[in-house]
């Protein structure tokens, strides 16, 4: 899918996802938080958005934990793949860098790959920094 964003701004309580351009993540990932804010708590809460601007403010929900935490409780991830396949979505990416952990809780994040098909070709490949599977 390529690099569609410019570096995200991280703030104390915010983050700021600004794409360089009309991509289909940046539509998938908006698309999602409107959906699933204030529904899900395992994703960042939606703070704000502009179409015009193709920018995403969400809630900052801590730092991606080490592979070994994530492995420990793995059976929370599955969890809210689990959630998600009963709402009809697919985060597409469940990958280290998209899991965080923050105030106790597991966050999955990123959803630009999520859509309601499972399209996660990769998923269970690959280098073991970075899948969990």
Known sequence: MGNNRYPIIRKNKFIIKHY???CIGFRRELKFYLKFTGKLNFIPKLYGYSIS?????IENVGKIPSM?????NIDVINKYEYILKIFGYYHNDIRRKNITF???????????MSDTKFTDKNKGKGDKKNFIY
Do not use: A, C, S, V
């Open 20 to 22: 360089k351009k009309d």
């Open 53 to 57: 601007q193709k920018k995403i403010i």
């Open 68 to 72: 070994d935490f994530i492995k420990e």
């Open 102 to 112: 923050h105030n106790e809780r597991f966050y999955l994040i990123d959803f630009e």
